[in-house]
C-alpha cells in the first residue's frame, strides 16, 4: 500500500527532479498528482524515466483532501498561498522555498542530520527543506561536530546557475554562446555577466553587507545543527550549470586530525569521500551530476588555529540541494509517521 503524492512546480528544474528521484528510490506511490501554475496546465511531464506521462494540473483549482503528501518546489510567495490550504486538507507539505525555514512551529529537516526534528511536523502539517548550500554543508559537518564538536565554520560557495532555475541556465548558455560568435552579451537574470565570470552576489543584500544568500546559511546551520556554531559566509555564483562547491574552513572546540575526519567521513551518511593527494583525486561539480551524494575532498589540517580543517565539498544542489532531501524527508515521514500497510 503507498501513498497519495503531490509533486507541486512539477514543470521546473527541481520539480522535474523530484518526479525523477521518487522514481528512482521507489518510493511507494499509488498514486501521483503533478501541479504548476495555470499557464502549464494540461501539458505532460514524465515521471521519471519510467515512459508513464503525467498531465499537469492548475494548482489554483486543486483539492487537496485525501492526498498524504505534498513536494512543494514553487517559491515563497505562491507557496504563502498554497502550503497552507493543503495542510489544512490533512496533506503534509515538505517545502523547498525560503518561506518557513525559520518559523519555529516548521521543523528545517536534513534526514542525515536532524531527523528527530521531523517530529514537531504536526504543529504546522509543514515540513522546510533547507538552502540548497546549506543542505549539502551540514551533512559533511555533521559527523566531524559529532567528534570533535565545531565552533566555527568560515565557508565560501561556488553555486551553479542552475541553483537560479532555468532561467540562470538560459543565461549562461546564451551569454556563452553570444561570446564565441561575437554577438553582444545580455545581462537579464543576473546583476552582471555570468558566462567566463563569478559573481559575489545571492539573492539581495542586507544592513549589514551580507546577502540574504549568506544569513540563510548562517541562520539554518545553526537551526538544524547547533545553534551554538558560529557561521560566517561567502556566497558566489560561478558560470557552472549543475554542482555546487563550498571551500569550508572548521574550527573545533577538541583536537581532530585530517586523518580522523576522513576515517569519520568514509563512513558517514551521505558522504562520499574522495580524497587522494594527487592529480585529479577530487571531485568537481561537474562528476557530481545526477548523483546522490555528498562529495568531500581535499581534507587537511589548518595549522592557522589549534584545532581545525579545511575540505572541499561538492553535491548536485538539484538533488541534495532540493528534489532527493525532499524526497528522503518524505521517506522519514513514512518510516516515522505515515506508515502504509
Same mark, same amino acid.
Given at each position: 500500500?503507498?501513498?497519495?503524492?503531490?509533486?507541486?512546480?512539477?514543470?521546473?528544474?527541481?520539480?522535474?527532479?523530484?518526479?525523477?528521484?521518487?522514481?528512482?528510490? !521507489?518510493?511507494?506511490?499509488?498514486?501521483?498528482?503533478?501541479?504548476?501554475?495555470?499557464?502549464?496546465?494540461?501539458?505532460?511531464?514524465?515521471?521519471?524515466?519510467?515512459?508513464?506521462?503525467?498531465?499537469?494540473?492548475?494548482? !489554483?483549482?486543486?483539492?487537496?483532501?485525501?492526498?498524504? =503528501?505534498?513536494?512543494?518546489?514553487?517559491?515563497?510567495?505562491?507557496?504563502?498561498?498554497?502550503?497552507?490550504?493543503?495542510?489544512?486538507?490533512?496533506?503534509?507539505?515538505?517545502?523547498?522555498?525560503?518561506?518557513?525555514?525559520?518559523?519555529?512551529?516548521?521543523?528545517?529537516?536534513?534526514?542525515?542530520?536532524?531527523?528527530?526534528?521531523?517530529?514537531?511536523?504536526? @504543529? #504546522?502539517?509543514?515540513?522546510?527543506?533547507?538552502?540548497?548550500?546549506?543542505?549539502?554543508?551540514?551533512?559533511?559537518?555533521?559527523?566531524?561536530?559529532?567528534?570533535?564538536?565545531?565552533?566555527?565554520?568560515?565557508?565560501?560557495?561556488?553555486?551553479?546557475?542552475?541553483?537560479?532555475?532555468?532561467?540562470?541556465?538560459?543565461?549562461?548558455? !546564451?551569454?556563452?554562446?553570444?561570446?564565441?560568435?561575437?554577438? /553582444?552579451?545580455?545581462? #537579464?537574470?543576473?546583476?552582471?555577466?555570468?558566462?567566463?565570470?563569478?559573481?559575489?552576489?545571492?539573492?539581495?543584500?542586507?544592513?549589514?553587507?551580507?546577502?540574504?544568500?549568506?544569513?540563510?546559511?548562517?541562520?539554518?546551520?545553526?537551526?538544524?545543527?547547533?545553534?551554538? =556554531?558560529?557561521?560566517?559566509?561567502?556566497?558566489?555564483?560561478?558560470?557552472?550549470?549543475?554542482?555546487?562547491?563550498?571551500?569550508?574552513?572548521?574550527?573545533?572546540?577538541? !583536537?581532530? /586530525?585530517?586523518?580522523? @575526519?576522513?576515517?569519520?567521513?568514509?563512513?558517514?551518511?551521505?558522504?562520499?569521500?574522495?580524497?587522494?593527494?594527487?592529480?585529479?583525486?577530487?571531485?568537481?561539480?561537474?562528476?557530481?551530476?545526477?548523483?546522490?551524494?555528498?562529495?568531500?575532498?581535499?581534507? #587537511?589540517?589548518?595549522?592557522?588555529?589549534?584545532?581545525?580543517?579545511?575540505?572541499?565539498?561538492?553535491?548536485?544542489?538539484?538533488?541534495?540541494?532540493?528534489?532527493?532531501?525532499?524526497?528522503?524527508?518524505?521517506?522519514?515521514?513514512?518510516?516515522?509517521?505515515?506508515?502504509?500497510?
Amino acid at each position: 500500500m503507498g501513498y497519495r503524492v503531490v509533486v507541486a512546480g512539477a514543470t521546473g528544474n527541481v520539480g522535474r527532479e523530484m518526479l525523477n528521484i521518487l522514481a528512482e528510490r !521507489e518510493f511507494p506511490i499509488d498514486e501521483i498528482a503533478a501541479l504548476a501554475s495555470g499557464r502549464s496546465h494540461g501539458i505532460e511531464v514524465e515521471y521519471g524515466e519510467t515512459g508513464r506521462m503525467i498531465k499537469v494540473q492548475n494548482i !489554483e483549482h486543486f483539492d487537496f483532501t485525501g492526498w498524504d =503528501i505534498a513536494l512543494f518546489a514553487i517559491g515563497s510567495t505562491p507557496t504563502k498561498v498554497y502550503a497552507p490550504k493543503a495542510a489544512a486538507a490533512g496533506c503534509v507539505v515538505i517545502d523547498n522555498s525560503s518561506l518557513y525555514r525559520m518559523d519555529p512551529d516548521v521543523p528545517l529537516i536534513v534526514p542525515e542530520v536532524n531527523p528527530d526534528a521531523i517530529d514537531g511536523y504536526k @504543529a #504546522r502539517n509543514i515540513i522546510a527543506n533547507p538552502n540548497c548550500s546549506t543542505a549539502q554543508m551540514v551533512v559533511a559537518l555533521k559527523p566531524l561536530h559529532d567528534a570533535a564538536k565545531i565552533k566555527r565554520v568560515v565557508v565560501a560557495t561556488y553555486q551553479s546557475v542552475s541553483g537560479a532555475g532555468k532561467e540562470g541556465m538560459d543565461e549562461l548558455f !546564451e551569454q556563452s554562446r553570444a561570446i564565441f560568435v561575437g554577438d /553582444s552579451v545580455e545581462v #537579464r537574470k543576473f546583476t552582471k555577466q555570468i558566462a567566463f565570470n563569478v559573481i559575489p552576489h545571492i539573492d539581495s543584500f542586507l544592513d549589514d553587507g551580507s546577502t540574504k544568500e549568506e544569513w540563510k546559511m548562517v541562520a539554518e546551520t545553526k537551526k538544524i545543527l547547533d545553534s551554538k =556554531i558560529k557561521v560566517t559566509a561567502t556566497c558566489v555564483r560561478v558560470p557552472v550549470f549543475v554542482g555546487h562547491s563550498e571551500a569550508i574552513n572548521i574550527e573545533f572546540e577538541n !583536537e581532530i /586530525s585530517a586523518k580522523q @575526519a576522513q576515517d569519520i567521513l568514509r563512513e558517514a551518511p551521505g558522504v562520499m569521500l574522495i580524497d587522494k593527494r594527487e592529480d585529479a583525486g577530487y571531485v568537481t561539480p561537474i562528476e557530481c551530476v545526477g548523483d546522490y551524494a555528498t562529495f568531500v575532498s581535499r581534507v #587537511r589540517e589548518d595549522p592557522t588555529v589549534d584545532s581545525g580543517l579545511s575540505l572541499w565539498c561538492v553535491s548536485d544542489n538539484l538533488r541534495k540541494g532540493a528534489a532527493l532531501n525532499a524526497v528522503q524527508i518524505a521517506e522519514l515521514l513514512g518510516r516515522r509517521h505515515l506508515k502504509k500497510g
